[in-house]
T-cell receptor, first 113, second 114 residues
Framework: AQSVTQLGSHVSVSEGALVLLRCNYS??????LFWYVQYPNQGLQLLLK??????LVKGINGFEAEFKKSETSFHLTKPSAHMSDAAEYFC???????????FGAGTRLTVKP | KAGVTQTPRYLIKTRGQQVTLSCSPI?????VSWYQQTPGQGLQFLFE???????NKGNFPGRFSGRQFSNSRSEMNVSTLELGDSALYLC?????????????FGPGTRLTVT
């Protein structure tokens, strides 16, 4: 079965700094990969997804992620953090065989002024 | 377009009781998925319904069940509640099966079991 590991439960960056949130996956078949964001007291919102097209995926709010099969990684980046980016971020994996979504434990991003 | 709505937003139950949560998907969406979110276990997939049929199920006991109606609205039921069932239950809808189509999440129902 597939699984996801998010490295770092908390990440803190300064406003304007690079955001890097790490995600490694395990899947025996080609995966579909997702990044979601959750603001306090809200549901999840899809940032971007990889479904075997281009390996560099651009999402909303200036985020992007690169699928690296050799490293089994799908790290999320944003060149310049904004205060409004403070939230919890979840990486998730699914595939055509298992067809259930597995989420990582989440990374809480704090943005310092 | 109205978003995914979940009712009730907050619920308090006692051990041994049962509970039913409701989810109304975005108009035109035929897939509804349910998730449980807890601080300890994180986000866990419960089940997905598509066109009134359960398409896949996560690793939860049979006390957790669901159904979908012809208008795509979905309910999930938890019987014989345990303290560990306290969680935020999230519903998500999508046009088609969750892995291919973007899921839109509702705000969740926070269930507290005492």
């Amino acid at each position: 079965a597939q699984s996801v590991t998010q490295l770092g439960s908390h990440v803190s960056v300064s406003e304007g700094a690079l955001v890097l949130l790490r995600c490694n996956y395990s899947s025996s078949v080609p995966p579909y990969l997702f990044w979601y964001v959750q603001y306090p007291n809200q549901g999840l919102q899809l940032l971007l997804k990889y479904t075997s097209a281009a390996t560099l995926v651009k999402g909303i709010n200036g985020f992007e992620a690169e699928f690296k099969k050799s490293e089994t990684s799908f790290h999320l980046t944003k060149p310049s953090a904004h205060m409004s980016d403070a939230a919890e971020y979840f990486c998730a994996v699914s595939d055509q065989i298992n067809n259930d979504m597995r989420f990582g434990a989440g990374t809480r991003l704090t943005v310092k002024p | 377009k109205a978003g995914v709505t979940q009712t009730p937003r907050y619920l308090i139950k006692t051990r041994g009781q049962q509970v039913t949560l409701s989810c109304s998907p975005i108009s035109g969406h035929r897939s509804v998925s349910w998730y449980q979110q807890t601080p300890g276990q994180g986000l866990q997939f419960l089940f997905e319904y598509f066109s009134e049929t359960q398409r896949n199920k996560g690793n939860f006991p049979g006390r957790f069940s669901g159904r979908q109606f012809s208008n795509s609205r979905s309910e999930m039921n938890v019987s014989t509640l345990e303290l560990g069932d306290s969680a935020l239950y999230l519903c998500a809808s999508s046009f088609g099966l969750q892995m291919v189509y973007e899921q839109y999440f509702g705000p969740g129902t926070r269930l507290t079991v005492t």
